[in-house]
Structures are given as C-alpha cells and as structure tokens.
C-alpha cells in the first residue's frame, strides 16, 4: 500500500488523473472501475479538462461504476448511474454503451448482480479502481462487517452513511435503506486501486484502514492485501497517521519515473 500525502484535492485529481492517462494511452481500451461520492470529483474534473484541452480520448475505453441504490427509479438524479454518466461520462467520449453500473431496479436482484460480475470478467476485469472511502471505513458500499471476499451483491446501508449521503437528498428519509455494492473480492480483483479521501472527517477511517488491522469491521483495510494499492490523502485525511513523516519521505524520493 503506498500512502502519497498532497497538498489538496486539487493535487490529488491531477496525480490520480496522470495515472489514468498514462493507463489510457498505454491500453485505450482500459477499464476503468467509477465511483461516485465527491472524493473523486477533482479526478473527473481533471479528466474532462484533459480531454477537452489534451485530446485524452475515452473512446475505446470501459467504465464499471461500484454500487447503486436500490429503489431509486431508473433516471432519477441521484441514482449512481446518473451522477456518473453526469460528473464524468457526458463529459468525455467514452461511449455510453461502455458505461455500465450494477442494476438496483432489477426484479431479480440476485441474477443481476451475478450478470454484473461476469460482464466485468468479460470485459477484461477492472484495470484501474477509482475509491473513496465512508466515515466508517466502507469502500463501495461494503459496509463493517462486509465479508473480505464478497462479491456484487445487495447490502443494508448504516444509519450513519445514510446521514453521511443525505446531503444529497432532500431529507435523510429518501436516501434508500438498500443498496447494490461490488464486493470487496470483487474490488480486490482490480489490478490498481486508487483511493481518494480528504477533510479531517476521514482522518479516523483512514488511520484505520491504513495502520490498523485487516479487519472486517473496516472494510477498506482489505486494500492492505492488494498489491498495488495507492492511497491518495490530504493533510487533514493524513493527520491521524503514525507514520505520515515515513510516507512524507519515501514519495519525495521516489523515483519520477516510477508513477503511482
Ligand atoms: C458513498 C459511496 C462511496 C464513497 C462514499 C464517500 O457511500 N458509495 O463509494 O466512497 O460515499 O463519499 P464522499 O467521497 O462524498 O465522502
């Protein structure tokens, strides 16, 4: 797991953005693992600049969103679906029919999400996992407790990431109880991860997740078994880290060629 603490999530969105790039133009036809929360906004908005003032092309490239609610219906503006394709998706040239996301309208939710994770497999798996990470530790919407080998499947949101999400709500009573998540086998699987998490607010679960024990309680200390596992903090998401000095010391002399 590499730990890189930036100056601001502006900073963040261009190192996380400078991997996909590279990752694009090296494999056009990338895929990309999308998630939604502001944590990767700076990224996308990256991303769209590049496209637009860069000619960084999406056009052969595969989006696989993490995780919906269940119960919004199809369209409505805060199902994951549509915060994708409208922070990131409209705004390059991926192709719409590329874009896919587990279906939380499904009758057969059970079905649905085991043709999510063969249509995953059948796209090559996941090249590069875009992350940001809960309150309590939760990556997707792999919530405490969620077991290290889950995959897509549907799962009962915490009061507290209900709260967390309200925000983006008219009032907590219509963020949904359900949701549809990737597993955390299933995340694992990608072969990068990069997780975003800025603000104090996310200093306690990232001081968890990164020095704490790999643990179910803390669904993304899972990512300590991955082996390219890249954390992307802010001061504030750093401040509760033991060894942020080490962190500090290591990226400044890493070699430039090296990358994230
Ligand atoms: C939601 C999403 C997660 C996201 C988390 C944090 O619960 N399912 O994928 O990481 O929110 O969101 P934010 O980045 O807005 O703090």
């Given at each position: 797991m590499e730990v890189v603490i930036l100056p601001s999530s502006k900073e963040i969105g261009a190192l996380a953005a400078d991997a996909i790039e590279a990752l694009v133009r090296r494999k056009p036809n990338a895929v990309l693992g999308l998630a939604t929360g502001s944590s990767p906004l700076p990224i996308y908005d990256e991303l769209a600049r590049r496209h637009d003032e860069d000619g960084l092309s999406f056009a052969e490239a595969h989006g696989f969103a993490l995780d919906e609610y269940v119960g919004l219906p199809l369209g409505h503006y805060e199902s994951y679906r549509e915060v994708i394709r409208r922070e990131f998706t409209n705004r390059v040239d991926i192709k719409p029919e590329n874009v896919h996301g587990p279906d939380g309208t499904a009758g057969d939710i059970l079905g649905a999400c085991a043709a999510y994770e063969a249509a995953i497999k059948a796209a090559g798996g996941v090249d590069l996992q875009i992350l940001g990470v809960g309150t309590d530790g939760h990556i997707g919407f792999n919530e405490p407790g969620s077991s290290l080998a889950s995959r897509t499947r549907i799962k009962t949101l915490l009061e507290q990431t209900r709260q967390d999400n309200a925000r983006f709500f008219s009032s907590i009573n219509d963020v949904p109880h359900h949701v549809v998540t990737q597993g955390l086998g299933t995340i694992m699987d990608a072969k990068h991860v990069v997780l975003v998490a800025t603000g104090v607010g996310k200093a306690a679960a990232v001081r968890d997740f990164v020095e704490g024990p790999v643990a179910a309680i803390c669904a993304a200390s899972v990512l300590q078994l991955h082996p390219h596992a890249t954390i992307l903090v802010d001061e504030a998401a750093a401040?509760?880290?033991?060894l942020a000095d080490y962190y500090r010391h290591t990226y400044t002399n890493k070699p430039a060629w090296q990358g994230i």
């Amino acid at each position: 797991m590499e730990v890189v603490i930036l100056p601001s999530s502006k900073e963040i969105g261009a190192l996380a953005a400078d991997a996909i790039e590279a990752l694009v133009r090296r494999k056009p036809n990338a895929v990309l693992g999308l998630a939604t929360g502001s944590s990767p906004l700076p990224i996308y908005d990256e991303l769209a600049r590049r496209h637009d003032e860069d000619g960084l092309s999406f056009a052969e490239a595969h989006g696989f969103a993490l995780d919906e609610y269940v119960g919004l219906p199809l369209g409505h503006y805060e199902s994951y679906r549509e915060v994708i394709r409208r922070e990131f998706t409209n705004r390059v040239d991926i192709k719409p029919e590329n874009v896919h996301g587990p279906d939380g309208t499904a009758g057969d939710i059970l079905g649905a999400c085991a043709a999510y994770e063969a249509a995953i497999k059948a796209a090559g798996g996941v090249d590069l996992q875009i992350l940001g990470v809960g309150t309590d530790g939760h990556i997707g919407f792999n919530e405490p407790g969620s077991s290290l080998a889950s995959r897509t499947r549907i799962k009962t949101l915490l009061e507290q990431t209900r709260q967390d999400n309200a925000r983006f709500f008219s009032s907590i009573n219509d963020v949904p109880h359900h949701v549809v998540t990737q597993g955390l086998g299933t995340i694992m699987d990608a072969k990068h991860v990069v997780l975003v998490a800025t603000g104090v607010g996310k200093a306690a679960a990232v001081r968890d997740f990164v020095e704490g024990p790999v643990a179910a309680i803390c669904a993304a200390s899972v990512l300590q078994l991955h082996p390219h596992a890249t954390i992307l903090v802010d001061e504030a998401a750093a401040s509760e880290l033991k060894l942020a000095d080490y962190y500090r010391h290591t990226y400044t002399n890493k070699p430039a060629w090296q990358g994230i």
